[in-house]
């Protein structure tokens, strides 16, 4: 049984069991990769000129760079100031991180971290009200 079903079962038994409220469960899978063992660099800081082939110039001297990616607007088109940079393994990503974190890109200082993967957190407890009414009678 995985984190989330041990929550909801345990939640359910104890908690919300004579409740007038209508309970609805969401559960996200966990992240499967750590951000300690990533070959995929969050690179922040960057200027609105730096293009893709750019970046991925400014990385390539540590390894292979296997995907360059620049979050753009999608209202206006410019850069968001941040993208990704993955390499084909672990260690040339360190080293780049390493190296690169703090040096300027273009005029502007580079923040570099390991990206982590998108964190829905745990399991989200939405109450539904079933019965305006019948709740407002429970309360007083």
Partial sequence: M?????????TISTEF???PFQWRFYCSPPSVSSPASSNKLFVGGLSWSVDEKSLKEAFSSFGDVTEVRIVY???????RGFGFVIFSNEDNAKSAKDAMDGKALLGRPLRINFALEKARGGPVVVPRISNIGEFNRHKT
């Fill in 2 to 10: 995985n984190k989330c079903a041990a929550f909801l079962r345990r």
């Fill in 17 to 19: 069991h004579n409740s």
């Fill in 73 to 79: 607007d999608k209202d206006s088109g410019r850069s």
